[in-house]
């Protein structure tokens, strides 16, 4: 069965840190690059971090970029985000997601749009 | 980074009627060397994960039932619910993957009147 499953959400003070972990299965893990999107209570999508395939590529959204870090372990088939110096403003459901891919050229290629979502991992920043 | 946004906010149709809605990019995102538009609309039911529907602004995923459709180049893009049904009650988000950060519209609720 093809899917990403989150984990390791929780609630956690201000300053505090946390990992979040994505478990994939059904595919090919080591082939898709892989994203980190967060949706607050109520509000809409924010994507978060990125990293390719073969892990030569990693970005952040400006509001995360040296607090949280992006990595995968191929021979787990997971995926992680390790954040630290938590704010309240990181309180969100932490959604992981699968880049999908185009042929093209003889080639697969990275597409950019997501083709699969995980069901969410929540966390809560609050003292 | 490329500001996306949505119209309206939400709506409400009659079952059956048509649903439109409307998404704008701050900049174009037609990659000229290959045509193709970086734009995907997803569904977001109440408590569940966003759903892909539409990639390359026209392109249905597969399983998305064709009453789905999305149109529209450069900036300006539309996805269509030709009939609704009582299931596609939903947040629905555009999405731009031209460049990096990938960004999200603010998002439009579809209802039933």
């Known amino acids: 069965q093809v899917q990403l499953v989150e984990s390791g959400g929780g609630v956690v003070q201000p300053g505090r840190s946390l990992r979040l972990s994505c478990a994939a299965s059904?595919?090919?893990?080591?082939?898709?690059?892989m994203h980190w999107v967060r949706q607050a209570p109520g509000k809409g999508l924010e994507w978060v971090a990125v990293i390719s395939y073969d892990e030569s590529n990693i970005y952040y959204a400006h509001s995360v970029k040296g607090r949280f870090t992006i990595s995968r372990d191929i021979s787990k088939n997971t995926l992680y985000l390790q954040m630290s110096s938590l704010r309240p403003e990181d309180t969100a459901m932490y959604y992981c997601?699968?880049?999908?891919?185009?042929?093209?050229?003889?080639?697969?290629?990275?597409?950019?749009?997501?083709?699969?979502w995980g069901r969410g991992t929540l966390v809560t920043v609050s003292s | 980074d490329i500001v996306m946004t949505q119209s309206p906010d939400s709506l409400a149709v009659s079952l059956g009627e048509r649903a439109t809605i409307n998404c704008k990019s701050s900049?174009?995102?037609?990659?000229?060397?290959?045509?193709?538009?970086?734009l995907a609309w997803y569904q977001q039911k109440p408590g569940q994960p966003p759903k892909l529907l539409i990639y390359w602004a026209s392109t249905r995923e597969s399983g998305v039932p064709d009453r789905f459709s999305g149109s529209g180049s450069g900036t300006d893009f539309t996805l269509t619910i030709s009939s609704l049904q009582a299931e596609d009650v939903a947040a629905y988000y555009c999405?731009?993957?031209?460049?990096?950060?990938?960004?999200f519209g603010p998002g439009t609720k579809v209802d039933i009147k």
């Open positions: 059904g595919f090919t893990f080591s082939s898709y690059s």
């Open positions: 997601a699968r880049e999908g891919d185009y042929y093209d050229s003889s080639a697969y290629h990275p597409s950019g749009y997501f083709d699969l």
């Open positions: 900049q174009s995102v037609l990659y000229s060397s290959n045509n193709k538009n970086y």
């Open positions: 999405h731009q993957y031209y460049i990096t950060p990938p960004t």
